[in-house]
């Protein structure tokens, strides 16, 4: 079975500090992993995807995230925070197992960036 | 150009009332998506649909039934509603192969009265 655990619930950070979102998972065989943000009432919005190739993945508006099979994890890291980053963030997991898709998503993480 | 847009936005109605949620993708993909999203923010798949196939069933009441006219289209009709099915409903699409990276609608904030 594949799990997601998003460690801290809300996580706030100065704007221009490094923004660090973690994420673990469990499976047992390789996972596509996957970065989401989600501002207020909007729907998710794909930040940045693992799939097999470069451990270190670059996405969107700054963002990055590693993939540590050893750690079995796939931390979200920017830098410097802007105000604009404020959202929730959703880790994820699909595993194609058969020709069926398994998705499982974290429990998400709402970032907050003060001033 | 909207990729994925779902009507209504909003959805109140009474409990027992039967509703359907529309979602339309214009990207060409292969592969569309339900999501329910509670109201601590946890999102959980209801369904999938692969070329008009269900690929994907997860654990939900069979009052929910996933119709897919065509592959551009994948709408969800709701039975006999009741106050736990109050959420924001999203519906995505994605091309299953090498990435299965999803695109999601705005949501749909269904409240059950």
């Known amino acids: 079975a594949q799990s997601v655990t998003q460690l801290g619930s809300h996580v706030s950070v100065s704007e221009g500090a490094l923004v660090l979102l973690r994420c673990n998972y469990s499976?047992?065989?390789?996972?596509?992993l996957f970065w989401y943000v989600q501002y207020p009432n909007q729907g998710l919005q794909l930040l940045l995807k693992?799939?097999?190739?470069?451990?270190l993945v670059k996405g969107i508006n700054g963002f990055e995230a590693e993939f540590k099979k050893s750690e079995t994890s796939f931390h979200l890291t920017k830098p410097s925070a802007h105000m604009s980053d404020a959202a929730e963030y959703f880790c994820?997991?699909?595993?194609?197992?058969?020709?069926?898709?398994?998705?499982?998503f974290g429990t998400g993480t709402k970032l907050q960036v003060i001033p | 150009d909207t990729a994925v847009s779902q009507t209504p936005k909003y959805l109140v109605t009474q409990m027992g009332n039967d509703k359907s949620i529309k979602c339309e993708q214009n990207?060409?993909?292969?592969?569309m998506y339900w999501y329910k999203q509670d109201s601590k923010k946890f999102l959980k798949i209801m369904f999938s649909?692969?070329?008009?196939?269900?690929?994907i069933n997860e654990t939900v009441p069979n009052r929910f039934s996933p119709k897919s006219p065509d592959k551009a289209h994948l709408n969800l009709h709701i039975n006999s509603l009741e106050l736990g099915d109050s959420a924001v409903y999203f519906c995505?699409?994605?091309?299953?192969?090498?990435?299965?990276?999803?695109?999601f609608g705005p949501g749909t904030r269904l409240t059950v009265t």
């Open positions: 990207l060409g993909h292969d592969t």
């Open positions: 649909y692969n070329n008009k196939e269900l690929i």
């Open positions: 499976s047992s065989v390789p996972p596509y």
């Open positions: 693992y799939t097999s190739a470069a451990t």
């Open positions: 995505a699409s994605g091309r299953a192969g090498s990435s299965y990276e999803q695109y």
């Open positions: 994820a997991v699909i595993l194609n197992s058969g020709g069926y898709q398994k998705v499982t």
